[in-house]
């Protein structure tokens, strides 16, 4: 069985369930509900940024064949 890391990567799914479950660590820990909301904020934004670059590199991959029809 093979795993789609790239499906699983841009899972919005993974990346809230990720920042709940340090969110929960850090106020365990005794840590701040402020510093739990930065650093969940901090994941968010990550997930944003990969789930970005790899939708990019998915296409850029899919119009490669078609650049040399073009010309």
Avoid: C, H, P
């Avoid at 920042?19 to 365990?28: P, S």
């Avoid at 402020?34 to 998915?58: H, M, N």
């Amino acid at each position: 069985m093979k795993i789609d890391w790239k499906r699983k990567l841009t899972s919005r799914k993974l990346w809230v369930a990720l920042a709940g479950f340090v969110a929960g660590l850090i106020v365990l820990g005794n840590g701040s509900q402020e510093t739990a909301d930065k650093i969940s904020g901090a994941i968010l934004s990550g997930a944003a940024v990969v789930g970005y670059i790899v939708g990019e590199g998915l296409t850029d991959a899919a119009n490669t064949g078609n650049k040399d029809e073009e010309e």
